[in-house]
């Protein structure tokens, strides 16, 4: 393995830094991830348990799969996030797994009961999901998400407060 410098240079007029200076000076962090071969730049805006299991890997990156496999990498990694955040949350259960088979209210997650949550998922939604389990958030505290073009139910835009959209999901509290 070659060792990159930590330290900028100038040449021909352009100057180059090392990827970890350029993170750091930018305040982000920097995953390294072996089945992609490809480093991950984040945020740290809220942190979970680094030392998160294959279980977990496990189910999060297959209800990513089953609910946003064909959302961008962003919206792939909100929803990993809504899961995270509910497990961190008092009204839900305190393990992924818990959360994602939850039958509080009825199904909690639709590809439980469409079975699609077996499914294998992509590349993209193991790294979105391990993302997400390094700290990576980009939903802040959502509890909630839905695509409202197939939504049956409005119960969620009715009783919680909007974040945002990304891709087809809007995002609630």
């Known amino acids: 393995m070659i ?8 040449y021909n007029g ?3 830094a090392s990827l970890k200076v350029m993170a750091d000076s930018l305040g982000l962090k920097t995953l390294y991830d072996e089945v992609s071969d490809s480093i991950l730049l984040t945020t740290n805006t ?4 680094s030392s998160y299991t294959y279980e977990d890997v496990y189910w ?6 089953a609910e946003a496999g064909y959302e961008s ?3 792939m990694v909100a ?33 439980v009961s469409a079975g699609t949550i077996y499914n294998e998922p992509s590349e993209n939604a193991i790294l979105a999901a391990k993302a997400a389990l390094n700290g990576y958030n980009n939903v802040s505290w959502c509890l909630f998400f839905f695509n409202p073009r197939i939504a049956k139910s409005t119960w969620i835009a009715d009783s919680c407060d909007f974040y945002g959209s990304i891709g087809n999901h809007d995002f609630y509290f």
């Not at 999060?60 to 799969?65: A, G, N």
């Not at 961190?88 to 639709?110: C, E, L, N, S, W």
């Open 3 to 10: 060792q990159a410098p930590a330290t900028s240079l100038i």
């Open 73 to 75: 990498y962003e919206g």
């Open 60 to 65: 999060l990156s297959r209800i990513v799969y």
């Open 79 to 111: 929803v990993a996030n809504v899961v995270l955040n509910r497990v961190r949350h008092d009204d839900f259960p305190d393990t992924i797994y818990g959360v994602i088979f939850d039958k509080a209210g009825g199904t909690q997650f639709t590809p």
């Open 46 to 49: 809220f942190f979970f348990n």
């Open 14 to 16: 352009k100057i180059y």
